[in-house]
């Protein structure tokens, strides 16, 4: 009788234990939403292999779909998360930026021809000028809150409601088409490689952040700031200066999702490219158990938080929701896992789980 309160104690213990890690809830949500498509409909994890129009083999089916579309989540939720964790804020501008750094990209390949026969710059150049306006865009958010302190919501606001003319205005309002091919390779697939490059892309950037997180101390800085602005001034620390980095980093972001954006395509929508994704960015964030007031962090959490908001959004589609309804359906699925993941809900949980140990002894 003894060895079996001690094995339920044990089992309470772990889940107890397992329960108030961070990266439980995304998850669990990515477990959940696993297991419902696959009672509901067991063909959503079908992988087909096929041939583009080029002629070359290329994986289709939900999950790549997935894969896909998540990983320009992924590298948004990665700047996002540092943005967060150093200001306690959130940037609502990135889906404008996108189209900035979509619309420059363009302008730089095109010139002043919106429909020309060849590139007028290497795809390099283009993109690197691209992230170089976008981390320029970046630095007047990170200006905005870090040195004249206002508000992340508010700051970024002025480039959320002008961004998306600004990008019209760098083209003259034009619709530039890019007719080389090997444009389209960075936002769909490398001929004989059936995976979206976008996953590549995005394995590259969480390699990089991964060795940067672990190599310098950008984590025990931003966290720090985030945690307590004056005493880490008190510690020798710039708390205005993380802040600011942090915004250049989530620039960088914008402007490797703006290319696979338009290479998608080979073209641009200033109205419609990422419309909508900054609020999507921020539910990874928040979906990944990271506090929305800033400090501590987990990027693992918030990458996989990324990839479990595209699966429901692929679910929902996959159900035939209709798209102007799509936002209240993921705003309840949302507003559920992130009070799961709160602090105070997870130490209400263990404070049962602990009562039922000590019932359970007694």
Avoid: H
Avoid at 163 to 173: E, F, H, Q, V, Y
Avoid at 185 to 204: D, L
């Amino acid at each position: 009788m003894q060895g079996k309160d001690s094995n339920r104690s044990g089992v309470t213990s772990f889940f107890t234990k397992l329960f108030r890690q961070q990266i439980f809830i995304p998850l669990a949500a990515l477990v959940l939403l696993a297991v419902f498509n696959l009672i509901a409909d067991p063909g959503f994890f079908k992988i087909t292999l096929g041939y583009n129009s080029a002629g070359n083999p290329v994986l289709s089916g939900f999950l790549i779909t997935i894969l896909d579309s998540g990983s320009e989540l992924a590298i948004l939720a990665i700047g996002m998360t540092l943005v967060t964790a150093a200001s306690g804020g959130q940037d609502i501008s990135v889906g404008a930026a996108i189209a900035i750094s979509g619309s420059v990209l363009l302008r730089v390949l095109c010139g002043t021809d919106p429909r020309p026969e060849q590139l007028q710059a290497p795809i390099i150049v283009a993109f690197l000028v691209s992230c170089l306006v976008a981390m320029l865009f970046g630095a007047f958010n990170g200006v905005l809150v870090a040195y004249f302190k206002i508000q992340p919501m508010i700051a970024t606001l002025i480039l959320y409601t002008a961004g998306r003319s600004i990008a019209a205005w760098i083209n003259l309002n034009a619709l530039p088409i890019v007719s080389e091919p090997s444009f389209t390779y960075f936002g769909e697939f490398i001929p004989g490689i059936p995976i979206p490059t976008p996953f590549f892309i995005a394995v590259a950037c969480m390699i990089i952040i991964g060795l940067v997180l672990k190599f310098t101390n950008l984590r025990l800085y931003t966290q720090a700031v985030g945690i307590n602005a004056n005493s880490s001034r008190l510690n020798g620390l710039n708390p205005a200066f993380i802040k600011f980095i942090s915004f250049v980093i989530l620039g960088l972001c914008v402007a490797v999702v703006g290319l696979i954006k338009v290479s998608r395509i080979s073209t641009i929508n200033y109205s419609v490219i990422a419309k909508d994704i900054e609020m999507d960015a921020i539910l990874a964030v928040a979906l990944g158990g990271n506090p929305l007031g800033g400090g501590k962090f987990n990027m693992t959490a918030s990458i996989i938080g990324a990839y479990v908001i595209q699966l429901l959004t692929t679910t929902l589609y996959k159900f035939n929701v209709q798209s102007d309804a799509l936002p209240a359906y993921k705003a309840v699925v949302v507003i559920v896992l992130v009070v799961l993941s709160a602090p105070v809900v997870r130490d209400w949980i263990s404070g049962l789980a602990k009562k039922s140990k000590v019932k359970g002894v007694a």
